[in-house]
């Protein structure tokens, strides 16, 4: 999978969620990189930033926007088709959101979101 395909399939899975909850992400870019950080070369995706749940009131003044940034090397590395690197790309957004939002690991391994 190119790159420019790649980058359509974060696209399509941005475009998937909700307008309601998407309304409510602030300040945070999505992109997409290659490689992960040569520490974690399995690492799918990470997001950067401060969780909305742990901003106080007066967070936004200055702030740079979190990043939420997906891999792509490891997710074609892992995936066997084309169609399982669209679902593996949208869970790793879905995963990636729920940081922005909040929810950590342990609450996503119990929603099912491994």
Known sequence: MTLAEFED????????????????????????EDD???????????????????????WA???LPDRITIFRRPTLAMCDSREEV??????????EIAHH????DDRLHELGWD
Not at 9 to 32: F, S
């Open 86 to 95: 669209v679902e593996e790309v949208a869970v790793t957004v879905v995963h």
């Open 61 to 63: 003044t200055g702030a």
């Open 101 to 104: 939002f909040g929810i950590d």
């Open 36 to 58: 992960p950080p040569a520490d974690d070369p399995d690492l799918l995706g990470v997001y950067d930033g401060v969780p909305l749940t742990e901003r106080g009131e007066f």
């Open 9 to 32: 399939a974060v696209r399509d899975a941005l475009d998937e969620i909700p307008e309601e909850l998407a309304a409510q992400m602030d300040n945070v870019v999505v992109l997409v």
